[in-house]
């Protein structure tokens, strides 16, 4: 498993950085609530418990590759967000992290995918890999020391799902690859909640989801987590999270389908940043 900066999200990051900083500059009514930072960034690492299901259908012949578990494991992957205040409480929130899985594995039944027939008891193996980036607009309510936020936004998010194995052509046996790619943007909501027990520490609890229905990469994705933060210096903390995620993704492109089911869970680690 491995993390990716595809180009649509890494603009989009470091375009929000840039007006991140240009916010530090700006001046300011007033100051924003102790659970808040004009600008919020984190960096470090997702070790997540992951569990990734693929399957595979072509409408022609109606058959389908059944469910694939393309596996259960453990690893750890970067992620990357930052948020920021152009006002004293509301601003703009920005997420990305990227997972991909290999595996080989054995066919109980044959199928068709793509135009190609893989034969049963042959190996197979499977690459899954997915990203997601968010962008979204919070509105902060609260007081000094406790916010509810609500955030509307964007997601973008990629899926690419390759099958290699054996197959057959005119009586023929060979060895073949078939490939699914495609990503598509969606309606973002996310909720929030931040506490400061007092300038050093702080809580938080984040809810978002995601739901597209139509086109051609349609499904949902929703998340949550549970934080906590420590500065011991002013700009400069560290940052523990747990977050849990659903992910689930249906795909269509020509006469075959696929779908993607992964659940994600797991502990993060963060260096904190804050201006």
């Known amino acids: 498993m491995a993390f990716y900066c595809m180009p649509f999200p890494r603009s989009i990051l470091a375009l929000g950085l840039a007006a991140g900083l240009a916010s530090i500059a700006a001046p300011a009514v007033a100051a924003p609530s102790q659970a808040l930072d004009r600008v919020s960034i984190w960096l470090g690492g997702y070790r997540a418990d992951a569990d990734f299901d693929l399957t595979l259908r072509e409408e022609q012949s109606g058959l389908d590759s059944g469910r694939l578990d393309v596996g259960d494991f453990k690893d750890t992957v970067g992620r990357a967000r930052l948020d920021f205040l152009i006002m004293d409480s509301q601003g703009f929130s920005f997420d990305y992290y990227g997972l991909s899985r290999d595996r080989s594995l054995t066919l109980v039944e044959p199928f068709s995918f793509g135009g190609t027939d893989f034969d049963a008891n042959a190996v197979l193996d499977t690459r899954l890999e997915f990203d997601v980036g968010n962008a979204a607009y919070r509105w902060w309510f609260g007081g000094d020391q406790t916010v509810f936020g609500f955030g509307l936004g ?48 702080r809580t938080y609890i984040d809810i978002s989801g995601v739901k597209k229905n139509g086109g051609s990469l349609e499904g949902h994705i929703y998340n949550g987590s549970l934080g906590v933060e420590w500065f011991p210096w002013q700009n400069l903390g560290l940052g523990a999270e747990y977050s849990v995620s659903r992910i689930k993704l249906d795909g269509s492109e020509g006469s075959y389908d696929a779908t993607a089911d992964i659940k994600l869970h797991g502990p993060s680690a963060y260096l904190r940043l804050r201006f």
């Open 154 to 201: 964007a997601a973008w998010y990629r899926i690419d799902a390759r099958v290699r194995g054996e197959a057959t052509f005119d009586g023929q046996t060979f060895t073949a690859t078939e490939r699914y790619k495609d990503d598509a943007v969606a309606p973002l909501v996310q909720l929030g909640w931040r506490h400061a027990f007092s300038d050093n520490v």
